[in-house]
């Protein structure tokens, strides 16, 4: 066992993986080679991080996850049970399209809810909350509260995950918040 980070003996960590101090891989994960974990990331049962892939610190995803090239996520994401991204815009069985992955990023405190899917190509702004079931195929406003398939936004949420009503106040923190053109900015900051 490393002692920097902890790994499930079911576990399956290719040589060259660079997994940050305080990282739990838990059981029936494969992380490859070229793949790069944080600091106190937490990968849960059955979760595959493919090569290239960049999880930054303390990301957290949940069983059933895949991670396949091309998906950067920063720090303090969370990746909900069974969500979904996609590399390549238009597969076929038949027709090799490696080189033709695209990046998908994931900004820094977002929330990607159980079973949604992320179609490959987009960004997800930092805080924004993704919920269940939902399936993003453009890029997503930083705390902006996406549902639905095609997934549109319905509101806006706080640092903290809180939905925000039309005070633009966070319920749990008191932090303010306020709208600059179609954005949503955290105010003093």
Not at 92 to 102: G, I, L, T
Request: aromatic fraction near 8%; hydrophobic fraction near 40%.
């Amino acid at each position: 066992m490393n002692n920097e980070y902890y790994t499930h003996e079911t576990a399956v960590i290719d040589e060259g993986a660079r997994i940050g101090a305080g990282t739990k891989i838990w059981h029936f994960s494969h992380v490859m080679g070229t793949a790069e974990l944080g600091e106190n990331c937490i990968l849960g049962q059955n979760v595959f991080v493919g090569n290239k892939v960049r999880l930054g610190s303390n990301v957290k995803v949940q069983n059933n996850v895949s991670l396949y090239e091309g998906v950067v996520c920063e720090d303090d994401v969370f990746l909900g049970p069974s969500m979904v991204f996609t590399n390549v815009i238009n597969p076929r069985s038949a027709v090799e399209r490696k080189n033709e992955f695209k990046t998908t990023s994931v900004k820094k405190g977002v929330s990607i809810g159980a079973n949604a899917t992320i179609v490959c190509g987009v960004t997800l702004g930092e805080y924004c909350f993704v919920g269940a079931g939902a399936v993003v195929t453009k890029d997503v406003k930083p705390f902006a509260l996406m549902v639905g398939v095609p997934a549109r936004r319905k509101g806006w949420v706080s640092r903290s995950g809180a939905i925000l009503g039309e005070n633009l106040v966070c319920p749990e923190t008191g932090e303010k918040y306020k709208l600059a053109g179609n954005y949503l900015v955290l105010e003093n900051e």
